[in-house]
């Protein structure tokens, strides 16, 4: 059975998923690097960054739970570029050559373009299409794996509301941005449908993990 995941997706006390206002100079809007400042020093990121080092312990075991059994990403528009991408065709998300996604990866978007091939396996794809079509289209690229939702907030909010995600791992970052975009808003009881735990690390950082309670264990 192919999974439906969303990992190190980290959000403020407050809720949000990305501060205010995006930008090309501030992919994260006024939240800065602060709601990833957690995962930078894994071991995780250091390797997925072409680096060597980095911490081991709780938030890298948590964080190193992206790639495996992945075999294609769903994305929003607002992760892929900031606002506006799409009147550059020369666009090819923030990520360089060889995104570290290396699956096809699936762009949603009310300005689908033609399939960008990356290097390292990424292939972008721009769909605009509903969750579950977007799911059924991403489930037949990942030949059998898992596919991840890869965010931002609102692609997760509305995946989550069509009850399309079969586990979730929410990063809760101690910090509060007031303003931004949430990912909570509308989801009333959601924790029902899943398995909730909760994991602090001595980083601040709190991992909350939701499993469908239906869902087969993989
Ligand atoms: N906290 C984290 O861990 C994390 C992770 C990833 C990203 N982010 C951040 O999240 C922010 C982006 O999040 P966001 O909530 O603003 O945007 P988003 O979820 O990335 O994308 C939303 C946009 O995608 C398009 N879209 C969504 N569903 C669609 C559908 N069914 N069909 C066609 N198009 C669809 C629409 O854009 P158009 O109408 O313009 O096409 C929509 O406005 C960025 O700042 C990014 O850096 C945070």
Request: hydrophobic letters at 35%; aromatic letters at 10%; glycine letters at 14%.
């Amino acid at each position: 059975m192919s999974h439906a995941r969303v990992h190190n997706f980290s959000i403020s006390l407050d809720g949000f998923g990305t501060g205010d206002v995006q930008s090309q100079d501030a992919p994260f809007g006024h939240a800065g690097e602060r709601l990833h400042q957690w995962m930078f020093t894994t071991g995780f990121w250091h390797d997925m960054t072409g680096g060597s080092g980095g911490t081991g312990g709780i938030d890298d075991a948590f964080a190193r739970q992206f790639m495996p059994g992945i075999g294609a990403e769903i994305m929003g528009a607002g992760k892929f570029g900031p606002p506006g991408w799409h009147e550059d065709p020369e666009w090819k998300g923030w990520w360089g050559p060889n995104p570290p996604f290396h699956t096809p990866t699936f762009v949603l978007t009310h300005h689908p373009r033609p399939s960008i091939e990356m290097e390292g396996g990424t292939t972008f794809h721009f769909l605009d299409a509903s969750p579950d079509k977007a799911l059924e289209t991403a489930r037949e690229a990942a030949g059998g794996q898992d596919v991840r939702i890869g965010g931002g907030p609102t692609v997760i909010r509305d995946f989550l509301a069509a009850r399309l995600v079969d586990r979730m791992h929410v990063v809760v970052v101690p910090i509060l941005l007031g303003r931004g975009v949430r990912l909570w808003d509308g989801l009333e009881d959601l924790e029902k449908d899943y398995e909730v735990e909760a994991t602090s690390s001595p980083t601040g950082v709190t991992h909350v993990t939701f499993t469908r309670a239906d869902s087969e264990q993989a």
